[in-house]
């Protein structure tokens, strides 16, 4: 079994940072690609941020210059780091990850993490 566990969201104000982390744990071979989506109330499920276990990463227009994502491999956990947030960044937020079980690869979702920006 394996679990993604999302921690660090919270209501922040307009202009505010805060910073997403997603641990990986169970039983698993490797981790390719992290990545980080979001949904807003009544919106689809969209990419934020996504990075491969070398480390490239690729951005959705929407948070570039202001969003960082990064991983520690070590710790198979990935990070968000989101600057200047404004009130449309409102969404919950899920971390996802491609895994190498002994059985094969597949992708697993954490349950996501609330982040609100208003004033």
């Known amino acids: 079994q394996v679990q993604l566990v999302e921690s660090g969201g919270g209501l922040v104000q307009p202009g505010g940072s805060l910073r997403l982390s997603c641990a990986t744990s169970?039983?698993?071979?490797?981790?390719?690609?992290m990545g980080w989506y979001r949904q807003a109330p009544g919106k689809q499920r969209e990419l934020v941020a996504t990075?491969?276990?070398?480390?490239?990463?690729n951005y959705a227009d929407s948070v570039k210059d202001r969003f960082t994502i990064s991983r520690d491999n070590a710790k198979s956990t990935a990070y968000l780091q989101m600057n200047s947030l404004k009130p449309e960044d409102t969404a919950v937020y899920y971390c996802?990850?491609?895994?190498?079980?002994?059985?094969?690869?597949?992708?697993?979702w954490g349950q996501g993490t609330q982040v609100t920006v208003s004033s």
């Open positions: 990075i491969t276990a070398g480390g490239s990463t």
């Open positions: 996802n990850a491609d895994v190498l079980r002994r059985t094969g690869w597949g992708t697993y």
């Open positions: 169970g039983i698993f071979v490797s981790i390719n690609a």
